[in-house]
């Protein structure tokens, strides 16, 4: 099966927050804008994965498709 993904590369994001999440996000990185720079082949819990970037982080982020919302 075929997992299709919502943002394309190029496309402007922000992380949303899960408190479900083991390893917590800033609320600085909350309000950040990143691009997605990869759509990585493969899929996380049925998921999109994707590497994303924000200038003032030196490494991109992985994340999936339920920790983004469209800028």
Do not use: W
């Amino acid at each position: 099966m075929t997992i299709s993904s919502r943002f394309t590369i190029g496309q402007h994001v922000r992380l949303v927050e899960d408190k479900s999440q083991i390893i917590r996000v800033h609320p600085d990185r909350l309000a950040a804008v990143y691009e997605i720079v990869r759509i990585v082949p493969g899929e996380r819990d049925g998921e999109a994965l994707y590497h994303i970037r924000n200038e003032a982080e030196p490494h991109l982020r992985a994340v999936s498709e339920g920790q983004l919302q469209a800028a």
